[in-house]
């Protein structure tokens, strides 16, 4: 059981975690579980968690990874590049049909792109430049090298800008 | 329709102004603090003064427990006294279950339960006798004769191996040269006395004062006619 203080602090990050999850599922639902399934393993595994460090990297680290386990097992994989991110135009993830009638519409283009975004690149716009994290946090949550990262976001905002090219056609 | 940003940096600070941002519901949060609260302050509300009571019972029954009444086994004479009583009380209701007609039946009766009778009171102006069966009392074989007396009684003779048995100092009886135990239960009375390695129970409902001076003449009626042995 983790201690008060801990607790005042993770909930800090609630709204921030949410966001987040409702850019990974698109499902209202599914993002309340999401989250609430994130602080119940925070609360769980608060003595694993180091102070000093970024509480948020880790509450952000720990929304991903569920869903990662949970939630892509749902998604359909497309062929992966070998450094793991897809190529430009073999989406890791496409929109789920299935879940489309349940999704929440998106408002504008630029939703719609991000929509449209792999969970990789997706995942990096988000925390980067939505959330403002330093790109070293924004590897923590990734578990990947900060190269690779800013790799990434190039690429996500290459990716982004083609798309919304296409909505103003 | 948003004119296309030319840089990445453009395209970020566009990301971070345009892109909407989604608020958790009120409830959402409570949940999750309604499900990492301590077990302690979600317990129900009944379940503190339920178990203060159960404390205080049984504190009380701690205190109490020098002055309540205690079961106590009881000892072989009681127990078979009131085995015997049961058998008595069965053919009461029902009769006997294995009708024999004495003395033809003695070699029978003999063999199944293995004890002997060398001499038996067979019934006489007062008592008369009905059957006798095999009885399985306690994990024992014995004899059980039944006697109906003028007014209606039924009379039960029971002999059983005594197997160390004492018959207890407490209720004895001085009758004639005899000093059998008399032992009340269910609303039964039973002389209790033996006979070399026999234990022998005469039982009856004859518990008011008059009958049991008549119930002290059957005793002797019975003990000075019957001679019971251990068989093998």
Known sequence: ?169 | MTPMPDSDEQLGRRLAAELPRYTAPASLRAAIVQAHQPASSRRPAWLSPLLAAAATAMVLALFMLPVLPRLQPLDPVDQLVRAVVSEHSRALMWGSRQSQVYPAALPWLQQQTGIGLTSVFIGDDRLEFVSAEPVYLLRQRGVAMHYRDLDGHLVTYVALPADGLKVPDRNRVQIDRYRPALVKDSGFVTWVWRQRDVACFLVSDMVSVDDLERFKDYFVRVRTSTEPALAY
């Open chain 1, 1 to 169: 059981m983790a201690d008060p203080e801990f607790q005042r602090d993770a909930l800090q990050h609630l709204n921030a975690l949410y966001n987040f999850a409702m850019y990974l599922t698109r499902n209202p639902p599914e993002a309340e579980d999401l989250v609430q399934e994130t602080y119940l393993r925070a609360f769980r595994f608060s003595h694993r968690f180091q102070p000093g460090t970024h509480l948020r990297a880790w509450l952000f680290q720990i929304l991903r990874n569920t869903f990662l386990t949970f939630y892509r097992l749902r998604e359909r994989e497309a062929a992966v590049a070998e450094d793991g991110v897809p190529d430009w135009d073999t989406p890791m993830f496409h929109d789920t049909p299935l879940d489309e009638g349940r999704a929440m519409e998106a408002h504008t283009d630029l939703e719609r792109a991000m929509r449209r975004l792999p969970e990789e690149f997706r995942t990096v716009l988000l925390l980067a430049e939505v959330e403002g994290m330093p790109l070293e946090e924004v590897a923590r949550v990734m578990a990947c090298p900060v190269g690779t990262v800013k790799s990434r976001i190039f690429r996500a905002k290459e990716r982004l800008r083609g798309l919304l090219k296409d909505y103003e056609k």
